[in-house]
């Protein structure tokens, strides 16, 4: 038996209740092993629904967060998926189980070294880089989906340009302190928008959201 087994089900069942019912979604965040992705005083509270330090002041998502955007996301898990802040790598993580190709984008450089780790450590492909991520990834666009997981004060025109077409784009747009999450979808040149309220990330830092405040 993995460890923390009883505790990641649990994981799973609060996150159905909460309302959460894509089995893809589900399957993936009930295999990958998140205390592998928290800092070592945090391992006995992992599979808890909360967000939790990492260092850098970032923090890993709560479970409810990675589920609820991945769900809004729509993947069936062959889809090419451009991650925007990759903290502790988890999410990426959850995408690549899905089956997804996936590339993803980290300012802070300490994080992206650790986060390489963990990719090899699950021996899956995930493109990285460090770097803002507010300007996408254009070498390797078009997307099939944009998933942000930092706060951002506006939708960075560059992420849409760069959604392929019937592709989604989900990220939480509002002040630094609390934000709607926007899902986004392109239809040709159209985009068409839906808000859902209630989350809170670390800001998205780059040219095209926050300035860095020294942070
Ligand atoms: N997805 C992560 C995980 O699974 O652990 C959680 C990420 S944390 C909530 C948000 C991350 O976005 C932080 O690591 C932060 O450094 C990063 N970030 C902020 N602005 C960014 C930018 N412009 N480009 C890339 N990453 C950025």
Same mark, same amino acid.
């Given at each position: 038996?993995?460890?923390?087994?009883?505790?990641?089900?649990?994981?799973?069942?609060?996150?159905?209740?909460?309302?959460?019912?894509?089995?893809?979604?589900?399957?993936?965040?009930?295999?990958?092993?998140?205390?592998?992705?928290?800092?070592?005083?945090?391992?006995?509270?992992?599979?808890?629904?909360?967000?939790?330090?990492?260092?850098?002041?970032?923090?890993?998502?709560?479970?409810?967060?990675?589920?609820?955007?991945?769900?809004?996301?729509?993947?069936? !898990?062959?889809?090419? /998926?451009?991650? @925007? +802040?990759?903290?502790?790598?988890?999410?990426?993580? %959850?995408?690549?189980?899905? =089956?997804?190709?996936?590339?993803?984008?980290?300012?802070?450089?300490?994080?992206?070294?650790?986060?390489?780790?963990?990719?090899?450590?699950?021996?899956?492909?995930?493109?990285?880089?460090?770097?803002?991520?507010?300007?996408?990834?254009?070498?390797?666009?078009?997307?099939?989906?944009?998933?942000?997981?930092?706060?951002?004060?506006?939708?960075?025109?560059?992420?849409?340009?760069?959604?392929?077409? !019937?592709?989604?784009? /989900?990220?939480? @747009? +509002?002040?630094?302190?609390?934000?709607?999450?926007? %899902?986004?979808?392109?239809? =040709?040149?159209?985009?068409?928008?839906?808000?859902?309220?209630?989350?809170?990330?670390?800001?998205?830092?780059?040219?095209?959201?926050?300035?860095?405040?020294?942070?």
């Amino acid at each position: 038996m993995k460890r923390f087994e009883t505790e990641r089900a649990e994981m799973i069942e609060v996150l159905k209740q909460k309302g959460i019912w894509d089995e893809r979604v589900l399957a993936a965040m009930s295999s990958v092993e998140r205390h592998f992705f928290v800092d070592a005083p945090f391992v006995n509270r992992a599979y808890e629904d909360s967000a939790l330090p990492i260092g850098h002041e970032q923090t890993i998502s709560q479970p409810y967060t990675v589920a609820f955007m991945t769900q809004a996301l729509e993947l069936k !898990g062959n889809e090419k /998926v451009l991650e @925007v +802040g990759t903290g502790s790598g988890y999410q990426a993580v %959850v995408l690549a189980t899905m =089956g997804c190709r996936v590339f993803t984008i980290e300012r802070r450089l300490p994080l992206v070294a650790r986060a390489r780790k963990m990719f090899d450590h699950f021996n899956l492909h995930i493109a990285s880089k460090g770097g803002d991520g507010s300007v996408g990834w254009s070498e390797f666009a078009p997307f099939d989906a944009i998933i942000v997981t930092a706060g951002a004060p506006n939708i960075p025109q560059p992420l849409k340009e760069q959604l392929a077409d !019937g592709g989604k784009l /989900v990220i939480p @747009v +509002g002040d630094r302190d609390i934000q709607k999450l926007s %899902v986004v979808r392109r239809l =040709g040149s159209q985009f068409t928008q839906q808000e859902i309220s209630g989350f809170k990330f670390v800001p998205l830092v780059g040219k095209n959201a926050w300035a860095n405040e020294g942070k």
